[in-house]
């Protein structure tokens, strides 16, 4: 079994954003198919370049050079389109943006260190043809039917095909592409959330996902090539691995309701990106939603599939959805919070490292400290986590984390088939959540996860604060 930590270099998109506009390149504009050569000459500062074209299409915008570069794009009302750092595992950024004939956008970079100085380059590619697409995107996907195979293809640079289908019967499918074209996949539910996001989990360079189905419900695969630049052809396969269902529903009664805000961080621009808090996060949210019934409106998930600048999670979305649940939970109800993401430790404050910005363990308190139900439920699975616990716990809350103050918490690394993924702390919890027959205790829980990781040996260990003895989960 292979697993990483979670670690990464911080870099946030709120410092892109207030990063004053010192250094404008004298009338430089651009327009597809050409390439331009600027420098950063004062430290701190950003050099901004005009980009138009007389066409509409799609361009591939690229730094060049040796220097660590982060590219921004805007359009005329400085409304941020699109952002990048260190693409591809490089120190240069790359962006693809769909631009129309006629406007104006605002191409904006600045060095990552703040002291730096040093001269780069900016491509901009020749128009790119989008109108031959096989099986469609995201908003218009193509039809498949499950257990058949069919042959497709990336046709263009950016290409996202979409496959839609409703299962005959409930069961554990296995989704995967066939061929030699290094694909990226993600799995949908009927609402388009991210169930899973797959990347060399199959044969070679292909994902799969194998997962729990459910008849009559609706469901979309995305598939691109794990570089934009990538076109070929390769085949969307699937087969049903095992009938019926191993969800068990809780069966203890509540008092009252329960409430829950689920948030998966994955998108950190190529700095530390983190695929397996998706899978994380939905398992999490089928637990809630199916395990225990919350309906769908006392549910708020927040996730960031790669490479969608329109859902980064922030900090202020998270203290939103928290807030709106304190106004709703009563005294009787239950309410759980979970998070799958990067975590931080400075001066003894211990933060959420977020795509959008930081949420510091004060900040998250004060929230916290409004919602008056009576039986809270708390999860941090991240770096550091167990800071939260010794911050939050009391006579109402309960917190689990997934490792220690001072200690990393680790991934499944891609290729870990075995696994869906996700953390190797919440892949455990989450099946002894969803899967177990018997009524379930949060101690036993933890308890059989801990044993789960010492049977991988993972190196982290995780943590229990409580004052329940009795704080049932199933």
């Known amino acids: 079994m292979r697993y990483i930590p979670r670690m990464r270099t911080y870099r946030f998109l709120p410092a892109l954003l207030l990063v004053v506009v010192s250094a404008v390149a004298a009338g430089a504009q651009q327009a597809p198919g050409t390439r331009g050569q600027y420098a950063v000459r004062e430290p701190g500062s950003t050099v901004s370049i005009a980009l138009q074209s007389t066409e509409s299409g799609r361009v591939v915008i690229t730094t060049t050079g040796s220097v660590d570069t982060v590219l921004a794009v805007y359009d005329r009302d400085r ?10 595992d490089l120190l240069t950024s790359q962006v693809i943006l769909d631009i129309e004939g006629g406007q104006k956008y605002e191409l904006a970079v600045h060095l990552y260190a703040p002291w730096a100085t040093g001269s780069f380059g900016i491509e901009v590619s020749d128009l790119i043809d989008t109108s031959v697409d096989d099986f469609g995107g995201r908003d218009d996907p193509g039809s498949y039917t499950l257990g058949s195979t069919v042959p497709a293809r990336m046709d263009y640079v950016g290409d996202v095909d979409a496959f839609a289908f409703v299962p005959e019967q409930t069961g554990v499918y296995r989704v995967e592409t066939v061929g030699t074209l290094d694909t990226v996949m993600a799995l949908l539910d009927a609402e388009g959330r991210v169930m899973f996001e797959a990347d060399d989990t199959g044969k070679g360079l292909n994902p799969a996902i194998e997962t729990e189905l459910y008849a009559g419900r609706r469901y979309t695969v995305l598939v691109h090539a794990y570089d934009p630049w990538m076109t070929g052809r390769y085949e969307l396969t699937s087969s049903l691995v095992q009938e019926g269902t191993r969800l068990q529903p809780a069966t203890h009664s509540r008092d009252g309701d329960v409430y829950a805000v689920i948030v998966g961080a994955a998108d950190y621009r190529g700095s530390g990106d983190l695929v397996g808090t998706l899978t994380d996060s939905y398992n999490m949210y089928r637990y809630v939603r199916y395990v225990l019934g919350a309906p769908a409106e006392n549910v708020i998930l927040l996730q960031d599939q790669l490479g969608r600048l329109d859902d980064t999670v922030s900090a202020g979305m998270v203290q939103d959805a928290l807030s709106g649940l304190a106004a709703r939970a009563g005294p009787r109800d239950q309410v759980i919070f979970y998070y799958s993401g990067h975590g931080d430790e ?15 363990g004060p900040e998250l308190a004060a929230t916290i400290e409004r919602i008056e139900a009576e039986k809270v439920l708390l999860i941090f699975d991240s770096c550091n986590a167990g800071g939260f616990g010794e911050l939050l716990v009391n006579d109402r809350r309960s917190i689990l984390s997934a490792s220690g103050s001072d200690e990393l918490s680790y991934v499944y690394e891609a290729g870990a088939a075995s696994r869906t993924l996700g953390s190797v702390f919440t892949s455990w919890f989450a099946d002894h959540l969803l899967y177990s027959g018997d009524d379930l205790t949060l101690e036993q829980a933890f308890n059989r996860t801990v044993d789960d990781l010492l049977s991988v040996q993972a190196t982290q260990n995780p943590q229990l604060f409580t004052q329940r003895a009795e704080f049932r989960v199933r």
């Open 79 to 88: 409304t941020l389109l699109a952002w990048n750092d260190d693409y591809n």
């Open 346 to 360: 400075r001066e003894g404050v211990f933060y959420l490292s977020l795509p959008d910005g930081e949420l510091s």
